[in-house]
C-alpha cells in the first residue's frame, strides 16, 4: 500500500517558497537529535526517525509542521528503544505544562 | 556480519533495469511513482548500509551498492507534456533492481 508520505506525482499545489526563521524550540529538538544521534552515543537513527515520521497517522502527518513531527517521531523512537519510558515522558510533560501555568 | 561486508554491483552503467513492483511493509527509499518502471543505471553511488534495516535500528550489513537510474519523464508519467527527451533520476538500492 502506498505510504501516506510516499506522495511523489501526486497533485499538491504549488511549492511554499517563503522563508521562516526557526523558534528557538525548532532549534532545540534539530540539536536533541543531533545529540542523540551522535555515534558516541547513537541512542537514534535518522532512518529510525523517519520510519516513525511515516508511521503518522494521514491527518497528523498534514497537520503537523517539520518539527512537530521530528520532536514526535524522536519521543517514540526512544520509547521503542526504551531509553525513555512513556510513564516518564507523561510525568515530565505534566510537570513542563504546569511551570508553563505558574509564569508571569 | 563486519560493518565493511558490502555486495558486489550487478549492475554497470549503461544496463536496463526494472524497478521490482514490490510492497512489503516497512520502512523503503524506493518512491511509489517508480516502481515497475524500466530505466538505465547512470552511475554506480557507492555501497551503504540497508536503510529498511538501519530504520529497525538493525546494523544493514551487508552494504547494499546504491545507483542513480535514468528514467525517460514520458514512461514514468503517461500525461508527461514535456520533451520525449526529458528525464528523471531516481537513487535506488539494489535489491528493488533486476535486469530489463
Redesign the interface.
Known amino acids: ?3 501516506h508520505h ?1 506522495m ?2 501526486l497533485p499538491a499545489g504549488p511549492v511554499e517558497r517563503s522563508e521562516h526563521d526557526h523558534a528557538l524550540w525548532e532549534k532545540r529538538v534539530d540539536a536533541l537529535m543531533l545529540l542523540l544521534s551522535a555515534p558516541s552515543r547513537r541512542l537514534l ?1 535518522v ?2 526517525l ?2 516513525n515520521i ?1 508511521a503518522l497517522p494521514p491527518d497528523a502527518y498534514d497537520r503537523m509542521t517539520y518539527y512537530e513531527r521530528w520532536i514526535s517521531a524522536i519521543a517514540n523512537t526512544l520509547l521503542q ?1 526504551g531509553v525513555i519510558t512513556a510513564d516518564e515522558l507523561g510525568r515530565k510533560m505534566a510537570a513542563v505544562a504546569a511551570r508553563g501555568k505558574d509564569a508571569p | 556480519m563486519s560493518e565493511t561486508a558490502t555486495l558486489a554491483p550487478r549492475f554497470a552503467p549503461g544496463a536496463r533495469v526494472s524497478v521490482r513492483r514490490a510492497d512489503p511493509p516497512g520502512h523503503l527509499r524506493t518512491p511509489w511513482y517508480i516502481r515497475g518502471h524500466v530505466g538505465v543505471i547512470e552511475r554506480l553511488c557507492g555501497a551503504f548500509a540497508n536503510p529498511e534495516e538501519l530504520a529497525y535500528n538493525r546494523p544493514g550489513v551487508p552494504k547494499q551498492p546504491l545507483y542513480r537510474v535514468r528514467f525517460r519523464q514520458r514512461e514514468v508519467w503517461p500525461d508527461y507534456r514535456g520533451s520525449a527527451e526529458d528525464k528523471i533520476e531516481v537513487e535506488i538500492y539494489q535489491h528493488w533492481l533486476e535486469p530489463a
Open positions: 500500500m502506498r505510504g510516499d511523489g506525482g537513527r532512518d529510525e523517519r520510519r511515516e528503544r
